[in-house]
């Protein structure tokens, strides 16, 4: 669990991530949040207006996300290298470097190297609030301070709401839509509606999952 000083650090750099009493509750008996995690996703999927609920409940619990039961900052990172996300984003990056004729590095995927990070401690991973610390005080001597002590880093995120808001796009969207309510994963009062553009990394980005899962039907 992040000690209070590490939170009360990440505050001072700008970190604005709530951490309240849930998140201290979650970390201190991590079975029980992951009971209800994985039940207040199911019961979420329920409640959703767009989803079939036939189609909710035929569904096993393999379909929904499980949350890890972890312990600690270690317990995270192995979930997120090993369980969750890691691998498809692997596979995403080698197939756009191939398809556009681009050479992709990932020096930092040394099986020998992540093997070690995962015996180091915490306090060299997150350090008075800052994130991959060993790593940027590894180096500082070889790179700008701007690089190497930046804090508004994102992932790779195309640009979803701009496409959204093409009118073939939305063409598309409603295409997808209605082949999901033909296989009753959706109910057809979706039709009507219209989520808004979003962005990719946005926890409301409906129509697009709406646009992937349609189009593996057609």
């Known amino acids: 669990m992040l000690r209070s000083k590490e939170i009360g650090k990440a505050r001072e750099l700008g970190v604005t991530e709530e951490f309240g009493f849930k998140n201290v509750m979650a970390a201190l008996f991590p079975e029980l949040a992951a009971v209800i995690l994985e039940r207040q996703y199911l019961?979420?999927?329920?409640?959703?207006?767009?989803?079939?609920?036939?189609?909710?409940?035929?569904?096993?619990?393999?379909?929904?996300?499980?949350?890890?039961?972890?312990?600690?900052?270690?317990?995270?990172l192995h979930f997120n290298t090993c369980v969750h996300g890691l691998e498809e984003l692997l596979r995403y990056a080698d197939r756009n470097a191939m398809h556009h004729g681009r050479e992709l590095r990932l020096p930092f995927l040394d099986h020998k190297m992540v093997a070690f990070l995962f015996t180091l401690p915490a306090s060299f991973k997150i350090r008075d609030g800052w994130t991959k610390w060993l790593?940027?005080?590894?180096?500082?001597?070889?790179?700008?301070?701007?690089?190497?002590w930046?804090?508004?880093?994102?992932?790779?995120?195309?640009?979803?709401?701009?496409?959204?808001?093409?009118?073939?796009?939305?063409?598309?969207?409603?295409?997808s839509k209605r082949?999901?309510?033909?296989?009753?994963?959706?109910?057809?009062?979706?039709?009507?509606?219209?989520?808004?553009?979003?962005?990719?990394?946005?926890?409301?980005?409906?129509?697009?999952?709406?646009?992937?899962?349609?189009?593996?039907?057609m």
């Open 150 to 175: 930046r804090k508004d880093k994102v992932g790779f995120e195309p640009p979803q709401k701009k496409w959204m808001q093409d009118a073939r796009m939305q063409e598309l969207i409603h295409e």
């Open 179 to 217: 082949e999901l309510v033909k296989q009753k994963v959706l109910n057809e009062k979706a039709l009507a509606t219209t989520h808004a553009a979003t962005d990719a990394y946005d926890a409301k980005a409906y129509e697009w999952r709406y646009l992937a899962a349609g189009a593996l039907l």
């Open 43 to 76: 019961v979420n999927a329920l409640r959703h207006e767009d989803l079939h609920q036939e189609f909710v409940k035929k569904q096993s619990r393999a379909a929904y996300y499980t949350a890890p039961e972890i312990r600690n900052l270690n317990g995270l």
């Open 135 to 148: 790593l940027r005080t590894s180096m500082q001597s070889c790179l700008p301070e701007s690089i190497t």
